[in-house]
């Protein structure tokens, strides 16, 4: 898929789920075909300004991770994402006009403001939507585990596709991977 179609692909999912970045945003959406993997759906987005650097940021909470994108002319592209099992919490604050939000992650507190103070409630609560589900919602469905592997390795053995040598020693490379 060419670049400019996934980006209009990500500007027609943020059509869908109603959010309309500002122009302050463009070079962050624009960053995002190179952030997101081919088939990652966002979820909800928005855009604030990174307390510790006072750079304007976009907030990208997709089904499998937390991003942070900073595209900066100076700096380059700055890309964090994070599991949603790694944040522990994650709080809004509402002033008159605009909100801001915590995100803790370890020992790190990453703080956001100048967002709109509907769209900090609304991404906070898609978020904990998220950090809600068991650890095993966010393993990826196309990387199998150790343990399925070696269902599959024994169902090649038991119908005669690998030798009981060649089993146990593709049991014993996936064995020394934990």
């Avoid at 898929?1 to 962050?28: C, G, H, V, W, Y």
């Avoid at 976009?58 to 942070?68: D, M, P």
Wanted: hydrophobic share 35%; charged share 35%; proline share 2%.
């Amino acid at each position: 898929m060419s670049e400019k179609s996934r980006l209009d692909q990500i500007k027609d999912e943020l059509e869908i789920l109603d959010i309309n970045p500002t122009i302050f945003a463009r070079k962050e959406i624009h960053a995002l075909p190179d952030v997101l993997s081919e088939n990652e759906k966002i979820v909800y987005l928005i855009e604030g300004r990174n307390k510790l650097t006072n750079h304007h940021i976009i907030l990208v909470a997709t089904e499998r991770r937390l991003i942070f994108v900073d595209k900066e002319f100076m700096y380059g592209l700055k890309v964090e994402d994070f599991s949603y099992d790694k944040v522990s919490s994650i709080q809004y604050e509402k002033s008159l006009m605009l909100a801001s939000i915590d995100i803790h992650i370890s020992d790190n507190i990453l703080e956001i403001d100048n967002v709109g103070k509907y769209y900090a409630e609304l991404f906070c609560e898609k978020v904990r939507d998220f950090m809600a589900r068991p650890k095993e919602y966010f393993q990826s469905k196309s990387e199998p585990t150790v343990l399925d592997q070696l269902e599959q390795l024994g169902r090649l053995r038991d119908s005669g596709v690998l030798s009981e040598e060649e089993f146990e020693s593709q049991k014993k490379k996936l064995m020394e991977r934990l």
